[in-house]
């Protein structure tokens, strides 16, 4: 089978010009983000909703149309609760597509499989599209990705869940679990923030990508607040049988190098303070596995504090850093490989090879 490579862009909020929603240079943000995906050398790009920042507006969607063509990307275009999916179909030349003013439909790739994409505008998914989901599914011998704007699950967001989550959650899970084959993986947005949600009882992943040009939310509270704003997008590698994928921030190689340098240094100076750990940091080394800050300190810190790392080779893509040090062992030089995955401003996993 081929493999492909694909950058979900949600989320982008695009304004009137000279409109900046927030405060944030919205439409600046997005050129970035289109900068960084086409120096990725992608094969496909899905732009999975709210490209508008409130409401659907034709020299919006005109706009945006004109700096993806420039990408020389093929794309995929699809429509959120700030969209109108007529006005967008029209600009995008997508009329074809429409049925009853909805936006679905999907395209196969050849030796491959299928893309599926839904239309969540009006915060739920119609009848007509679950039927048309479970048709799209029916060959077990073709493997699919789903992208729908809204994720269909409550995702751990209290602010999002309980005021605009999917309005009928349990009938598109439903309709996944009659699916003859199911899709392989979902991929949405919406929440403005990362999550990965497994949907147990039908064994698919949801895959929830950060806004693209907007801000992200505090995922941890009941109320609105912003909680950054970094822009992002999700690179996915897709062979029909295995699948990776991870967020990508924008612009933030310097900042998660200078935050892997202080984690080093907090070690140095004996300084837990200084530790950029998110609480559920997960540290994984041969020797031993912790899942949780407050574990991983119990185990190393008397051990480890005040101990010298001189960083031989550190680099930053996307939002891992990898580090090299070496460092004097009895029978000579012992290399530490450790690769660190950061979000938010946290360290929230660490892998390390020796």
Known sequence: MNTISIAQVTD????KEGESPNGIDVRANFLKVLEEVKRAKVDYMVVSGDLCSQVGIIEVYQW?????DATEIPYFIMSGNHDNPAMLAEVFGLTHLLQNRELYYSHKIEGLGQLIFLDSTTGMVSSPQLSFLTDSC?????PQLLFMHHPPTLAGVPHMDNNYALQNIEEVQS???????????IFSGHYHCGR??????IDITTYITPSSAYFQLNPD???????SYRSAWRKIVWDGKSLRTNIKYVGSAAKNIALVKQ??????????????????????SPDSIYESKSEFLKACWEELKGYPTPIQQIVSEGNTVCVLIETPVLDGIKSICSWFELENDWITKIRVVY
């Open 64 to 68: 945006v149309k004109r700096h993806l």
């Open 196 to 201: 990965s949600v497994c949907l147990s009882d």
């Open 12 to 15: 982008i909020h695009i304004a």
């Open 175 to 185: 309709a996944l679990k009659n699916c003859a084959s199911k899709p392989q993986a």
């Open 263 to 284: 984690y080093y240094e907090a070690w140095e100076k004996a300084d837990p303070s200084l530790l950029p750990l998110a609480p559920t940091v997960q540290h994984i």
């Open 138 to 142: 029916k060959d077990v011998n073709e």
């Open 221 to 227: 509270i009941d109320h609105f607040e912003i909680g």
